[in-house]
């Protein structure tokens, strides 16, 4: 298994640019997550999807639009970036939650970092 | 509001001695707690989770982490660092429910290991 897989590795935009960072994964993993991660801020939430067709906003939404249309690839789009989106952006996946409602781990891709000018 | 907190930015320590982490969470019911680490350019990797029963959890590469209720605290621990050890650390927690996959991490903590 490839796991999380996140592309590209590195990426420079400019100002009002539109872009769209790609993560896949191969575990047959419904629950998928993009995370952004600051210096001091640790990982905030963006967007998250329980299944195919199904996706919600986590704590930063603005500025992110996603898509769910199969179980494997859970694309991230910026419409129109801005500097304040210079950052590592993380894709997660995992399992529904466990028997009882306990949570699945959460598996984490490589990372994409991303700098607009 | 739901927040984990790392009070630590930054510690160092040297190679063979002990390590404690800190971490204190603030949710209204206890939550799903966990440790990722993350070596540099890398992603998060699990250390260890809590979920509910015995109150000291074994993870992978030696370390340990202690809940306390009474503290809100989910503290890391390793008897002994090696120099692989030098990341950068993250607690996280998860509210139960729907909440399931949505984690809160606190700020991080970077781990320097002195020779």
């Known amino acids: 298994n490839a796991g999380v897989t996140q592309t590209p590795k590195f990426q420079v935009l400019k100002t009002g640019q539109s872009m769209t960072l790609q993560c896949a994964q191969d575990?047959?993993?419904?629950?998928m997550s993009w995370y952004r991660q600051d210096p001091g801020m640790g990982l905030r939430l963006i967007h998250y999807?329980?299944?195919?067709?199904?996706?919600d906003q986590g704590e930063v939404p603005n500025g992110y639009n996603v898509s769910r249309s199969t179980t494997e690839d859970f694309p991230l789009r910026l419409l129109s970036a801005a500097p304040s989106q210079t950052s590592v952006y993380f894709c997660?996946?995992?399992?529904?939650?466990?028997?009882?409602?306990?949570?699945?781990?959460?598996?984490f891709g490589p990372g994409t970092r991303l700098t607009v000018l | 509001a739901q927040s984990v907190t790392q009070p630590d930015i930054h510690i160092t320590v040297s190679e063979g001695a002990s390590l404690e982490l800190r971490c204190n969470y603030s949710?209204?019911?206890?939550?799903?707690l966990f440790w990722y680490v993350q070596s540099p350019g890398q992603g998060l990797q699990l250390l260890l989770k809590?979920?509910?029963?015995?109150?000291l959890v074994q993870g992978i590469k030696g370390f340990e982490a202690e809940f306390k209720r009474s503290q809100s605290s989910f503290n890391l621990r390793k008897p002994s660092v090696h120099w692989s050890d030098a990341a950068e650390y993250f607690c996280?927690?998860?509210?139960?429910?729907?909440?399931?996959?949505?984690?809160?991490f606190g700020q991080g903590t970077i781990l320097t290991v002195h020779p």
């Open positions: 997660a996946s995992s399992y529904y939650p466990l028997a009882g409602g306990l949570p699945d781990t959460q598996y």
């Open positions: 575990m047959n993993h419904e629950y």
């Open positions: 999807s329980v299944g195919a067709g199904i996706t």
């Open positions: 949710y209204g019911a206890t939550p799903y």
């Open positions: 809590y979920f509910s029963g015995d109150t």
């Open positions: 996280a927690a998860v509210a139960g429910g729907t909440s399931y996959g949505k984690l809160t």
